[in-house]
Nanobody, 127 residues
Framework: LPEMVESGGGSAEAGGSLSLSCRAS????????MGWFRQGPGNSREAVAV????????YYSIATKGRFAVSQGDRKTIVNLQMSNLRPEDSGIYYC????????????????????WGQGTQVTVSQ
């Protein structure tokens, strides 16, 4: 089975920056949707930023647009997230996700659109 390994995250003060990276093993180097979801306490998992690797099409939530930047790494199985101007409400567990090759996503990405998930990494932003 493919494995998604996340790195980065941690703690920052409001206004600061953090970065996340995710490397998928066991996936072919094909165009596919990869990205990041966030889950806060008592909340469902919501898409933060998603990229269609190989094509470059991106999606950002309203809350993160202009502050976060998602990008593909040097392979289509690597996705990075640069988070700037962080806010306390950005805190939560961030999950890397990948969709199967050929999956089409229209509108806001939803968790069921993705097939493989990382273990999650904690991001905490303090005032």
């Amino acid at each position: 089975l493919p494995e998604m390994v996340e790195s980065g995250g941690g703690s920052a003060e409001a206004g600061g920056s953090l970065s996340l990276s995710c490397r998928a093993s066991g996936l072919s180097n094909d165009d596919r949707y990869m990205g990041w979801f966030r889950q806060g306490p008592g909340n469902s998992r919501e898409a933060v930023a998603v990229v269609l690797t190989g094509v470059g099409t991106t999606y950002y939530s309203i809350a993160t647009k202009g502050r976060f930047a998602v990008s593909q790494g040097d392979r289509k199985t690597i996705v990075n997230l640069q988070m700037s101007n962080l806010r306390p409400e950005d805190s939560g567990i961030y999950y890397c996700a990948a969709a199967r090759r050929g999956r089409e996503i229209h509108g806001r990405p939803q968790a069921p659109d993705f097939d493989w998930w990382g273990q999650g990494t904690q991001v905490t932003v303090s005032q």
